[in-house]
């Protein structure tokens, strides 16, 4: 297991990894890899996000990695959790914990624990596994509730039967999990999954926890199966009772599956956003706002999905009635909008033309730049002032009808055409 941890993390996580247990070893603490990570790498699934349990103080060993290796350390104090922030890596560091609940959906208790308690405090079997790092038999795997056993069987098992009751949100990353690894819930955990729907049990949680699922559902490599399940079980009634996962919702989702990968840049899109835009945006203006002062939404992207609201019907009228808009044109219309709302609207609209244009600005006229800027355009001898603006739209239109494609063009056309403006 040594071998497979190492080659998992490559050399520099390796080393970190290392130094945390000569940490935990000088301040005699069993530390143990666990959760996520170890089911991972058992599923030969990249993961570098390294989960550690500690038995003792864990936010110490925390601090005394962060000043060793660096990053920026968070701590939770009430959680007995840290969390250490590297470049292109995360590592979290808890000491090893029960909880108790004191009522359906509340947010646990923590008491320190030994790891065998901890572990039996997760969602499923296959996130109930650890590896033990230091002190004797290092590198072995603890498996008390046979998650190795269901990941081979492709199955999803609560660790009891209170756990649904317990937290409402295993419902949703179950839900996730199922999607992701293509995995079935056992036939005991189908049935508690049923009773706990039909109790309403997601009724216990805050919005903001059903939001914070929602979030990362939405974030998923493949975020269409569980979002789409998500509206096969029912669940988007918990952000608005309106809303329903009939025929038209499905084929605005096929249709956002569809258009993202003819975009360039989808890593710039906010993919919670995009989805709540399409589920909410139907609504009445004052439903929305409702739906987003619910769930903290922040306030830019309430205003981007109202102003999109706003503009919808005649964004589409202009697209839909001009064969020939150049680009600057089309870029005119488009840039105030948010993309999240422009993608929305292509997954609605069944004109080409409104389509293609919206793609084009997504993909390609959204990236346009000029690259003068008000400086050099001074020290060429414009006056500064409104003349400077005009002067760099004037660019901007000529690179995004393609009639300039470099600085020297743009140098020339200052020259040539508009240097009379002074």
Known sequence: MKEIVAKKLGAGLSSCL??????????????????????????ERDNLDIDIVVEGDGISLAKETANILGGKLTIHERFGTAALALPNHKIDITSARSETYEHSGALPKVELSSIKEDLKRRDFTINSMAVRLNGENPYTLLDPFNGEKDLKEKRLEVLHNNSFIDDPTRMLRGIRFEQRFKFNFSENTTKLFGEAIGEDRLNNISPIRFYNEFNLICQEKDPY???????EIGFFRYIDKTITYGEETQTIFNQIKWTMPLL?????IDMPLLFLTALIAPLPEETILEICQKFSIPENSRTNIIQGKRNEAATIAILSQNDDMESSAIYRLLSPLAKEYLIYITSKVIDERVEENIVLYLSELSEVKIELSGDDLIALGIKEGKA???????????RLNG???SREGELAFVKNKLLKIK
Request: net charge negative; aromatic share 6%; hydrophobic share 40%.
């Open 225 to 231: 199966s569980p979002i789409g399940r998500m509206g």
């Open 388 to 398: 400077v603006g005009d002067i760099l739209s004037l660019l901007k239109d000529e």
């Open 264 to 268: 360039e840049n989808k890593e710039e």
């Open 18 to 43: 290392d130094r945390i247990i000569e940490i935990a070893d000088r301040k005699k603490y069993p530390i143990f890899l666990v959760g996520g990570f170890v089911r991972d790498i058992l599923l």
């Open 403 to 405: 009639r300039i494609d």
